[in-house]
Protein backbone atom coordinates (compact mmCIF):
# COMPACT_ATOMS: atom_id res chain seq x y z
CA UNK A 1 0.00 0.00 0.00
CA UNK A 2 1.15 3.26 -1.02
CA UNK A 3 2.10 5.78 1.50
CA UNK A 4 2.50 9.53 1.86
CA UNK A 5 4.59 11.80 4.64
CA UNK A 6 2.20 14.49 5.78
CA UNK A 7 4.06 17.94 6.91
CA UNK A 8 1.08 18.29 9.48
CA UNK A 9 1.85 15.00 11.24
CA UNK A 10 4.67 13.87 13.67
CA UNK A 11 8.18 13.16 12.31
CA UNK A 12 7.57 8.94 11.58
CA UNK A 13 3.45 8.61 11.37
CA UNK A 14 2.73 7.76 7.99
CA UNK A 15 -0.79 8.56 6.63
CA UNK A 16 -2.67 6.18 4.26
CA UNK A 17 -2.86 7.45 0.76
CA UNK A 18 -6.33 5.80 0.19
CA UNK A 19 -8.37 5.87 2.96
CA UNK A 20 -11.21 3.70 2.83
CA UNK A 21 -14.57 5.29 2.72
CA UNK A 22 -17.38 4.58 4.89
CA UNK A 23 -18.88 5.36 8.27
CA UNK A 24 -16.59 5.74 10.91
CA UNK A 25 -17.79 5.17 14.55
CA UNK A 26 -18.39 8.06 16.24
CA UNK A 27 -15.77 9.69 19.53
CA UNK A 28 -17.37 8.69 23.03
CA UNK A 29 -16.81 10.56 26.41
CA UNK A 30 -15.79 8.29 29.03
CA UNK A 31 -17.26 9.90 31.76
CA UNK A 32 -20.54 9.61 29.54
CA UNK A 33 -19.92 5.39 29.07
CA UNK A 34 -19.40 5.47 32.89
CA UNK A 35 -22.50 7.09 33.81
CA UNK A 36 -24.44 4.42 31.42
CA UNK A 37 -23.02 1.18 33.17
CA UNK A 38 -23.41 3.69 36.99
CA UNK A 39 -27.68 3.59 35.81
CA UNK A 40 -27.12 -0.31 34.70
CA UNK A 41 -25.55 -1.97 37.58
CA UNK A 42 -28.48 -3.90 39.14
CA UNK A 43 -29.12 -5.20 35.43
CA UNK A 44 -25.39 -6.00 34.86
CA UNK A 45 -25.04 -7.77 38.25
CA UNK A 46 -22.56 -5.43 39.51
CA UNK A 47 -21.96 -3.75 42.33
CA UNK A 48 -20.37 -0.38 43.36
CA UNK A 49 -16.52 -1.16 43.78
CA UNK A 50 -17.05 -2.95 40.04
CA UNK A 51 -17.91 0.75 38.80
CA UNK A 52 -15.14 1.86 40.48
CA UNK A 53 -12.77 -0.72 39.09
CA UNK A 54 -14.21 -0.20 35.60
CA UNK A 55 -13.48 3.98 36.37
CA UNK A 56 -9.95 3.30 37.27
CA UNK A 57 -9.16 1.87 34.14
CA UNK A 58 -11.00 4.54 31.91
CA UNK A 59 -8.88 6.93 33.98
CA UNK A 60 -5.88 6.16 32.52
CA UNK A 61 -6.67 6.26 29.00
CA UNK A 62 -5.63 9.22 26.75
CA UNK A 63 -7.28 12.21 27.47
CA UNK A 64 -10.05 13.51 25.28
CA UNK A 65 -13.08 11.64 23.56
CA UNK A 66 -11.93 8.00 23.08
CA UNK A 67 -12.02 6.24 19.87
CA UNK A 68 -13.68 2.87 19.39
CA UNK A 69 -11.48 2.27 16.65
CA UNK A 70 -8.20 2.32 18.20
CA UNK A 71 -6.66 0.44 21.17
CA UNK A 72 -7.96 0.91 24.19
CA UNK A 73 -5.99 -1.24 26.65
CA UNK A 74 -5.66 -0.24 30.18
CA UNK A 75 -2.16 -1.94 30.77
CA UNK A 76 -0.97 0.28 34.31
CA UNK A 77 0.44 -2.16 36.71
CA UNK A 78 -2.17 -3.05 39.60
CA UNK A 79 0.10 -1.77 42.04
CA UNK A 80 0.00 1.73 40.74
CA UNK A 81 -3.09 1.80 39.47
CA UNK A 82 -4.99 1.06 43.45
CA UNK A 83 -4.26 4.63 43.88
CA UNK A 84 -7.28 5.36 40.70
CA UNK A 85 -9.39 3.38 42.99
CA UNK A 86 -9.49 4.82 45.74
CA UNK A 87 -6.93 2.85 47.28
CA UNK A 88 -8.86 -0.41 46.66
CA UNK A 89 -7.65 -3.64 48.12
CA UNK A 90 -5.78 -5.48 45.28
CA UNK A 91 -7.52 -9.12 45.50
CA UNK A 92 -10.88 -6.68 46.00
CA UNK A 93 -9.59 -4.80 42.55
CA UNK A 94 -8.70 -7.90 40.74
CA UNK A 95 -12.67 -9.68 41.82
CA UNK A 96 -13.79 -6.26 40.39
CA UNK A 97 -11.87 -7.30 37.02
CA UNK A 98 -13.35 -10.78 37.18
CA UNK A 99 -16.73 -9.78 37.36
CA UNK A 100 -16.54 -7.04 34.73
CA UNK A 101 -15.37 -9.53 32.04
CA UNK A 102 -18.38 -12.13 33.35
CA UNK A 103 -20.45 -8.90 32.80
CA UNK A 104 -19.39 -8.77 29.18
CA UNK A 105 -17.55 -5.17 29.29
CA UNK A 106 -13.96 -6.06 29.55
CA UNK A 107 -11.10 -8.06 27.93
CA UNK A 108 -8.25 -9.39 30.26
CA UNK A 109 -5.22 -9.82 27.77
CA UNK A 110 -2.53 -10.59 29.58
CA UNK A 111 1.00 -11.59 28.70
CA UNK A 112 2.42 -15.31 29.78
CA UNK A 113 3.51 -14.79 33.00
CA UNK A 114 0.04 -11.72 33.83
CA UNK A 115 2.10 -9.07 33.41
CA UNK A 116 0.57 -5.79 31.66
CA UNK A 117 3.16 -3.44 29.52
CA UNK A 118 2.95 -2.04 25.89
CA UNK A 119 4.48 -3.14 22.56
CA UNK A 120 5.99 -0.37 20.72
CA UNK A 121 7.94 -0.27 17.11
CA UNK A 122 11.05 1.42 16.19
CA UNK A 123 9.50 4.99 16.73
CA UNK A 124 8.16 4.23 20.43
CA UNK A 125 4.24 4.23 19.17
CA UNK A 126 2.02 1.69 20.79
CA UNK A 127 1.20 -0.89 18.54
CA UNK A 128 -0.32 -3.39 20.99
CA UNK A 129 -0.73 -3.74 24.88
CA UNK A 130 -1.32 -6.54 27.33
CA UNK A 131 -3.50 -5.49 30.33
CA UNK A 132 -7.47 -4.71 30.42
CA UNK A 133 -8.99 -4.28 26.63
CA UNK A 134 -12.07 -2.28 26.80
CA UNK A 135 -13.29 -2.63 23.29
CA UNK A 136 -16.10 -4.97 24.19
CA UNK A 137 -17.55 -2.11 26.17
CA UNK A 138 -17.42 -0.45 23.52
CA UNK A 139 -18.82 -2.42 21.17
CA UNK A 140 -21.98 -2.75 23.60
CA UNK A 141 -22.41 0.87 23.74
CA UNK A 142 -25.40 0.95 21.84
CA UNK A 143 -27.28 -2.57 23.13
CA UNK A 144 -26.57 -0.85 26.85
CA UNK A 145 -28.47 2.48 25.31
CA UNK A 146 -31.37 1.13 24.62
CA UNK A 147 -31.32 -0.72 27.22
CA UNK A 148 -31.33 1.91 29.66
CA UNK A 149 -34.14 3.61 27.83
CA UNK A 150 -36.58 0.70 27.85
CA UNK A 151 -35.61 0.31 31.31
CA UNK A 152 -36.49 4.82 31.95
CA UNK A 153 -40.03 3.71 30.00
CA UNK A 154 -40.82 0.78 32.25
CA UNK A 155 -40.03 3.28 34.82
CA UNK A 156 -42.26 6.04 33.75
CA UNK A 157 -45.40 3.49 33.12
CA UNK A 158 -44.85 2.37 36.63
CA UNK A 159 -44.87 5.75 37.69
CA UNK A 160 -47.88 6.99 35.85
CA UNK A 161 -50.19 4.00 37.06
CA UNK A 162 -49.33 4.61 40.90
CA UNK A 163 -50.32 7.76 40.44
CA UNK A 164 -53.70 7.00 38.45
CA UNK A 165 -54.24 4.61 41.20
CA UNK A 166 -53.79 6.53 43.94
CA UNK A 167 -55.86 9.33 42.76
CA UNK A 168 -58.30 6.87 42.06
CA UNK A 169 -58.86 5.90 45.50
CA UNK A 170 -58.44 9.38 46.95
CA UNK A 171 -61.42 10.41 44.73
CA UNK A 172 -63.22 6.91 46.04
CA UNK A 173 -62.84 8.11 49.38
CA UNK A 174 -63.51 11.84 49.20
CA UNK A 175 -66.98 10.78 47.87
CA UNK A 176 -67.02 8.65 50.92
CA UNK A 177 -66.43 10.99 53.22
CA UNK A 178 -69.04 13.73 51.30
CA UNK A 179 -72.12 11.35 51.93
CA UNK A 180 -71.55 10.91 55.74
CA UNK A 181 -71.26 6.73 54.99
CA UNK A 182 -68.85 4.98 57.27
CA UNK A 183 -65.78 3.72 55.22
CA UNK A 184 -65.89 -0.23 55.08
CA UNK A 185 -63.22 -2.33 57.21
CA UNK A 186 -60.76 -3.08 55.17
CA UNK A 187 -59.77 0.46 54.04
CA UNK A 188 -56.92 1.03 56.17
CA UNK A 189 -55.23 -1.96 54.68
CA UNK A 190 -55.59 -0.96 51.25
CA UNK A 191 -54.45 2.48 52.16
CA UNK A 192 -50.88 1.21 53.65
CA UNK A 193 -50.77 -1.70 50.55
CA UNK A 194 -50.97 1.44 48.47
CA UNK A 195 -48.76 3.59 49.98
CA UNK A 196 -45.90 1.07 50.30
CA UNK A 197 -46.53 -0.34 46.71
CA UNK A 198 -46.18 3.12 45.98
CA UNK A 199 -42.89 4.01 47.52
CA UNK A 200 -40.92 0.65 46.28
CA UNK A 201 -39.07 1.01 43.14
CA UNK A 202 -39.23 -2.93 42.07
CA UNK A 203 -43.43 -2.97 42.44
CA UNK A 204 -44.88 -5.57 40.26
CA UNK A 205 -48.24 -4.95 38.04
CA UNK A 206 -49.58 -7.95 39.43
CA UNK A 207 -49.69 -6.10 43.06
CA UNK A 208 -50.91 -2.85 41.23
CA UNK A 209 -53.71 -5.41 39.67
CA UNK A 210 -54.95 -6.61 42.60
CA UNK A 211 -54.69 -2.96 44.31
CA UNK A 212 -57.49 -1.79 41.35
CA UNK A 213 -59.47 -4.67 41.75
CA UNK A 214 -60.07 -3.53 45.50
CA UNK A 215 -60.84 -0.10 44.30
CA UNK A 216 -62.78 -0.79 41.52
CA UNK A 217 -65.54 -2.16 44.15
CA UNK A 218 -65.16 0.47 45.98
CA UNK A 219 -65.79 3.10 43.24
CA UNK A 220 -69.45 0.63 43.17
CA UNK A 221 -69.36 0.97 46.35
CA UNK A 222 -69.56 4.84 46.26
CA UNK A 223 -71.98 4.93 43.00
CA UNK A 224 -74.73 3.34 45.19
CA UNK A 225 -74.35 5.93 47.36
CA UNK A 226 -77.53 8.36 47.75
CA UNK A 227 -76.38 11.71 47.27
CA UNK A 228 -75.74 14.20 49.70
CA UNK A 229 -78.77 16.89 49.86
CA UNK A 230 -77.26 20.65 50.29
CA UNK A 231 -76.99 22.27 53.64
CA UNK A 232 -76.70 26.03 52.96
CA UNK A 233 -74.64 27.91 55.92
CA UNK A 234 -75.59 30.83 57.87
CA UNK A 235 -73.40 33.63 58.55
CA UNK A 236 -74.68 35.69 61.88
CA UNK A 237 -72.84 39.22 62.87
CA UNK A 238 -72.33 40.27 66.73
CA UNK A 239 -72.67 43.68 67.35
CA UNK A 240 -70.01 45.31 68.68
CA UNK A 241 -70.43 48.11 71.18
CA UNK A 242 -68.43 51.19 70.95
CA UNK A 243 -65.38 51.38 73.74
CA UNK A 244 -64.67 54.43 75.80
CA UNK A 245 -61.54 55.40 77.15
CA UNK A 246 -59.99 57.73 80.12
CA UNK A 247 -58.47 59.86 78.04
CA UNK A 248 -60.55 60.45 75.21
CA UNK A 249 -62.80 63.86 76.24
CA UNK A 250 -65.43 62.12 76.56
CA UNK A 251 -66.09 61.47 73.32
CA UNK A 252 -67.15 57.96 71.28
CA UNK A 253 -64.55 55.90 69.49
CA UNK A 254 -66.40 54.28 66.77
CA UNK A 255 -64.20 51.18 65.63
CA UNK A 256 -64.37 50.49 61.98
CA UNK A 257 -65.27 46.68 61.48
CA UNK A 258 -64.31 44.76 58.33
CA UNK A 259 -66.87 43.15 56.77
CA UNK A 260 -67.31 39.50 57.91
CA UNK A 261 -65.66 37.15 55.25
CA UNK A 262 -67.76 34.07 54.12
CA UNK A 263 -66.39 31.27 53.91
CA UNK A 264 -68.16 28.82 51.37
CA UNK A 265 -67.52 25.30 52.25
CA UNK A 266 -68.63 22.71 50.32
CA UNK A 267 -68.44 18.67 49.76
CA UNK A 268 -67.23 17.50 46.17
CA UNK A 269 -69.97 17.17 44.06
CA UNK A 270 -69.97 13.00 42.41
CA UNK A 271 -69.12 12.05 38.90
CA UNK A 272 -72.07 12.68 36.75
CA UNK A 273 -71.41 11.61 32.76
CA UNK A 274 -74.12 13.76 31.56
CA UNK A 275 -72.46 16.84 33.00
CA UNK A 276 -69.45 16.02 32.21
CA UNK A 277 -70.23 15.13 28.46
CA UNK A 278 -72.22 18.89 28.22
CA UNK A 279 -68.96 20.31 29.67
CA UNK A 280 -66.88 18.66 27.28
CA UNK A 281 -68.85 19.84 24.06
CA UNK A 282 -68.08 23.97 25.86
CA UNK A 283 -64.00 23.27 25.46
CA UNK A 284 -62.17 24.40 22.89
CA UNK A 285 -58.66 22.79 23.03
CA UNK A 286 -59.51 19.86 25.21
CA UNK A 287 -62.13 18.39 22.86
CA UNK A 288 -59.57 18.44 19.62
CA UNK A 289 -57.74 16.41 21.32
CA UNK A 290 -59.79 14.12 23.11
CA UNK A 291 -62.91 13.95 20.73
CA UNK A 292 -64.97 11.54 23.12
CA UNK A 293 -65.63 12.92 26.60
CA UNK A 294 -64.92 10.10 29.36
CA UNK A 295 -67.34 7.69 30.59
CA UNK A 296 -65.92 6.98 34.12
CA UNK A 297 -64.56 8.97 36.83
CA UNK A 298 -61.17 6.78 35.91
CA UNK A 299 -60.97 7.71 32.35
CA UNK A 300 -61.56 11.46 33.05
CA UNK A 301 -58.54 11.46 36.02
CA UNK A 302 -56.18 9.83 33.10
CA UNK A 303 -57.02 12.23 30.52
CA UNK A 304 -56.95 15.21 32.67
CA UNK A 305 -53.35 14.30 34.34
CA UNK A 306 -51.92 13.93 30.55
CA UNK A 307 -53.50 17.07 29.43
CA UNK A 308 -51.82 19.05 32.23
CA UNK A 309 -48.60 17.39 32.23
CA UNK A 310 -48.55 18.96 28.55
CA UNK A 311 -49.19 22.41 29.76
CA UNK A 312 -46.95 21.99 32.74
CA UNK A 313 -48.84 21.36 35.66
CA UNK A 314 -48.16 18.60 38.00
CA UNK A 315 -50.97 15.94 39.09
CA UNK A 316 -50.84 17.55 42.78
CA UNK A 317 -52.24 20.62 41.67
CA UNK A 318 -55.02 19.09 39.31
CA UNK A 319 -55.95 17.10 42.23
CA UNK A 320 -56.34 20.42 44.52
CA UNK A 321 -58.40 22.55 41.66
CA UNK A 322 -60.21 19.21 41.44
CA UNK A 323 -61.34 18.90 44.93
CA UNK A 324 -61.98 22.85 45.22
CA UNK A 325 -64.14 23.25 41.99
CA UNK A 326 -65.49 19.66 40.77
CA UNK A 327 -64.99 17.76 37.88
CA UNK A 328 -66.71 20.43 35.62
CA UNK A 329 -65.02 23.16 37.02
CA UNK A 330 -61.74 21.83 36.04
CA UNK A 331 -62.25 20.71 33.06
CA UNK A 332 -62.92 24.54 32.36
CA UNK A 333 -59.96 25.65 34.03
CA UNK A 334 -57.41 23.35 32.52
CA UNK A 335 -58.96 23.75 28.60
CA UNK A 336 -59.28 27.71 29.14
CA UNK A 337 -55.04 27.98 30.26
CA UNK A 338 -54.90 25.53 27.25
CA UNK A 339 -55.50 28.13 24.92
CA UNK A 340 -53.55 30.84 26.82
CA UNK A 341 -50.44 29.28 26.70
CA UNK A 342 -48.66 31.19 24.82
CA UNK A 343 -48.97 33.71 27.48
CA UNK A 344 -48.81 31.94 30.42
CA UNK A 345 -45.37 31.81 32.31
CA UNK A 346 -45.74 29.61 35.25
CA UNK A 347 -49.16 27.79 34.37
CA UNK A 348 -49.16 26.28 38.48
CA UNK A 349 -49.02 29.51 39.82
CA UNK A 350 -51.84 30.85 37.23
CA UNK A 351 -54.15 27.96 38.01
CA UNK A 352 -53.95 28.56 41.68
CA UNK A 353 -55.05 32.41 41.44
CA UNK A 354 -57.91 31.39 39.64
CA UNK A 355 -59.04 28.88 41.84
CA UNK A 356 -58.51 31.30 44.94
CA UNK A 357 -60.59 34.09 42.59
CA UNK A 358 -62.82 31.44 42.07
CA UNK A 359 -63.11 30.81 45.88
CA UNK A 360 -63.58 34.19 46.84
CA UNK A 361 -66.43 34.61 44.22
CA UNK A 362 -65.03 36.25 41.26
CA UNK A 363 -66.05 34.64 37.64
CA UNK A 364 -63.20 33.31 35.69
CA UNK A 365 -62.04 32.26 32.42
CA UNK A 366 -64.33 34.72 30.27
CA UNK A 367 -67.22 33.59 32.51
CA UNK A 368 -67.06 30.06 31.64
CA UNK A 369 -66.92 29.25 35.50
CA UNK A 370 -69.17 31.18 37.59
CA UNK A 371 -69.10 30.47 41.21
CA UNK A 372 -72.67 30.19 42.60
CA UNK A 373 -73.41 29.94 46.74
CA UNK A 374 -76.17 30.73 46.95
CA UNK A 375 -78.83 28.43 49.02
CA UNK A 376 -79.65 26.51 45.73
CA UNK A 377 -76.11 25.96 44.56
CA UNK A 378 -73.52 25.44 46.60
CA UNK A 379 -70.09 24.66 44.18
CA UNK A 380 -68.85 26.47 41.50
CA UNK A 381 -70.89 25.95 38.10
CA UNK A 382 -69.67 26.21 34.44
CA UNK A 383 -71.70 28.69 32.35
Known sequence: MNTLMSAAQPRGQAEDACPKLGTRLRLLDRWELLSLITDLRQELGLTDRDVMVLRAHLSVLPHGPLDPEKLNVSFMRVAEILGRACGMDERRFRRGETRLEQAGLIRRRLSGNGRRFPERDRQGHIINAYGIDLAPLFERHAELQELRERLEERHLLLRSRKNSISARLQAALKAFLASDTNLPDWIEALRTQLRRAVRRKTTAHEELDDIETRILSLEHAV?????????????????????????DGGQTVRHIESKLKKINKRKPTPFSQCTISESWAKTLTLKDLYPLAPKTEREAAEILFN??????????????????????????????????????????????????????????TRQRVVPCYSSRHQRMTPA
Open 307 to 364: FASFIRIAQPQVLRGLALVGWEGIIQLLDYMASKMDTIAQPEVYLRSMIKACEQGDSI
Open 223 to 247: CALPPAPPQPETVTSTPVSPVKKAA
